[in-house]
């Protein structure tokens, strides 16, 4: 199962705004991508209610994996979310 390490670009990490923007997102890819602190227990990245609950702040590195097919490239446009302030957006 592919996995990305990201760090969460937008000033008020998955809350709110950024958190919804992502889970749509997740929701659109063709796999189920999961989303975890480095110590913590994946989370549906496609739900806002988890996304709030993760507790990832500015600057706090997150793991996202994804199995099947389009697994890679679906990782590689969360990480490209994730990267971007969501705040901006």
Request: net charge negative.
């Amino acid at each position: 199962m592919p996995e990305r390490r990201v760090t969460v670009a937008s000033r008020v990490g998955l809350h709110a705004r950024p958190a919804a923007l992502l889970a749509k997102a997740a929701a659109e890819q063709p796999v189920t991508i999961t989303i975890r602190k480095p110590d913590g227990q994946p989370v549906p990245a496609a739900s806002v209610l988890n996304l709030m609950t993760l507790g990832a702040m500015h600057g706090d590195e997150v793991v996202l994996a994804a199995d099947g097919d389009g697994a890679e490239t679906a990782l590689e446009a969360i990480v490209k979310i994730i990267s971007t302030d969501l705040d901006e957006s």
